[in-house]
């Protein structure tokens, strides 16, 4: 899952980054509201978090381009306290959530992961698949009860996998989503780590779809 991180006090999105990436997100952020908006309309992205007092352009005028283009990736807003308005403003606006800074960390990624989710049509948080399941708030994943080990990238890929079972995912979309832009993006990867997860969880577990990509087949 890829995530665009928008905050302008460098310290605050500095931690930030580091809590999402930790959780498992490929992370690309921007310090102002021109920066957001350039990126939020070019590249997908799973989730938004999304301050809304920025240079340049405030973070509204930012959603609300974003929404009027069609974007429908889902934001997080992050609002100051006690103000009632830039909430009702940010829904408005088509924000699908908000947080009143100051927060507490665990709330952050706890209402992130039900934004995913929600735009899945996923409720729970445990993702079950067959035999494996991928529990979303802790990270892990098991088979038949038993923990598999995963690497950050494979877990990753896994987690983007099952938010679609039953949609064949391309090798392309994969990439654009589990790496953050600057980094050194090459789609073998993709293959390599597909590799290594059926190595983990079974050669069955994901299919390959000629020409087209990826897929979890639903289970009957
Ligand atoms: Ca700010």
Not at 172 to 190: G, I, P, W
């Amino acid at each position: 899952m890829r995530v665009l991180l928008v905050e302008d006090e460098a310290v605050l999105r500095s931690q930030l980054r580091q809590l999402l990436e930790q959780a498992g997100y490929a992370v690309d952020e921007a310090a102002d509201g021109q920066a957001a908006l350039h990126l939020g309309t070019t590249e997908p992205y799973d989730a938004v978090v999304l301050d809304l007092g920025l240079p340049v352009l405030d973070g509204l005028t930012v959603l609300q381009r974003w929404r009027s283009q069609g974007r429908a990736m889902p934001v997080l807003i992050l609002t100051a306290r006690d103000s009632w308005h830039e909430k009702v403003s940010g829904i408005d606006a088509g924000a699908d959530d908000y947080l009143a800074k100051p927060f507490h960390a665990e709330e952050l990624l706890a209402r992130l992961r039900a934004l995913v989710r929600r735009a899945h049509g996923l409720a729970s948080p445990l993702l079950q698949h067959g035999d494996v399941t991928l529990d979303t708030r802790t990270g892990t994943v098991t088979q038949n009860g038993l923990t598999v080990n995963l690497t950050a990238h494979e877990y990753r890929l896994l987690a983007y996998l099952m938010h679609r079972v039953g949609q064949v995912v391309s090798r392309a979309e994969l990439v654009e989503h589990l790496y953050a832009q600057d980094f050194d993006r090459d789609s073998n990867t993709v293959e390599v780590f597909v590799a290594r997860l059926r190595r983990k969880l079974g050669a069955t577990l994901i299919e390959t779809i000629r020409g087209m990509g990826y897929r979890l087949a639903p289970t009957p």
